[in-house]
């Protein structure tokens, strides 16, 4: 299979722009407030979905798949957009971008007992690893350092792992770009309840805050999302997606650096590097063991 048409692209699309909201929702959250961030974000990506929808002629989803659409709207759009950015009120952004790392082990236990996905062996220890490096990233810089910022983000991890069990079901009967589509739009109908306090925040937010607003909504939720879903589309096993989540915490260090001054330290350096190896074993492990063995 040629690397185009594999998972792996479309993944590291979204990754990378994933790895903007961590950073700019820390500076959205002076202009506004954690509802209005996601209502606004959202409201962004439908009109950019909607001008897509038609150029493509996108149909809509069965009748007795509205359920499925609308969980995934729920839990990807509603409710882990508002936990999320609760939890980037409190937490910094490098720390946030840890522990929603944890993702790849919520889904891959998730997919494991829903979807009985099997997993090799060295797979679940290139896992492992990655998972070592996040917690050595947490344990240098600290336990002291978790507040209630941490448990909101437990519990967006939760939920985005929901979304990704839902995308995958999804993505099997319907193209990657319905399966975005529908789940923005109801998330976004739900986020409407929060419409008047944004639109009195929005008379008094400068016009940087309406560029990273469009930007995310644009490329790290429309563009993304819908990357995220082709990846799932793709892929053989869930995880296999899922598995480049891990290399947030590095990819948000740096942009952190560059844009708020956060400079990385030795445990997201030595954290960092430990999460690169296992990435390597899960994603080119079984290429690198059929080479020694021929």
């Known amino acids: 299979m040629r690397f185009s048409e594999s998972c792996h692209p479309y993944a590291m699309v979204t990754i990378m722009f994933w790895t903007l909201p961590y950073v700019f929702t820390k500076i959205l959250l002076q202009y506004f407030s954690v509802y209005s961030i996601a209502f606004i974000r959202y409201l962004v990506a439908s009109i950019f979905l909607v001008v897509v929808a038609v150029v493509f002629k996108i149909k809509a989803p069965k009748k007795e798949d509205f359920k499925w659409f609308f969980l995934s709207g729920i839990s990807g759009f509603f409710i882990y957009m508002i936990v999320f950015n609760k939890g ?3 937490v910094s952004a490098a720390t946030g971008s840890i522990i929603i ?7 891959a236990l998730m997919a494991r007992f829903l979807y ?9 220890i290139a896992i492992m690893i ?8 947490t344990v240098i810089h600290g336990i002291s350092s978790i507040n209630i910022g941490f448990f909101w983000l437990i519990i967006a991890a939760f939920f985005l792992s929901l979304y990704n069990i839902l995308q995958r079901k999804l993505t099997k009967t319907y193209s990657p770009l319905q399966a975005i589509i529908y789940s923005i739009f109801i998330g976004e109908i739900l986020l409407f309840i929060f419409l008047p306090g944004s ?11 309406f560029i990273y607003i469009i930007i995310l909504g644009v490329f790290s939720s429309a563009i993304a999302y819908f990357a995220w879903s082709k990846a799932f589309s793709k892929a053989k096993e869930t995880s296999t997606v899922t598995n480049y989540m891990f290399v947030t915490p590095l990819l948000t260090s740096v942009l952190g650096f560059l844009m708020i ?3 990385p330290d030795r445990a997201t ?5 430990i999460t690169l190896v296992g990435m390597c074993i ?5 290429i690198i063991k059929d080479k020694i063995i021929k």
């Open 88 to 90: 980037c009120e409190t």
């Open 101 to 107: 790392s944890t993702v790849p082990v919520i889904t």
């Open 116 to 124: 009985k996905e099997k997993i090799k062996t060295f797979r679940y």
């Open 130 to 137: 990655e998972f070592v490096g996040v917690a050595v990233i």
């Open 199 to 209: 639109i009195n925040e929005l008379k008094n937010a400068p016009m940087s805050a």
């Open 261 to 263: 001054n956060e400079i």
């Open 269 to 273: 350096i030595i954290g960092g590097s």
């Open 282 to 286: 899960y994603n080119f492990g079984e």
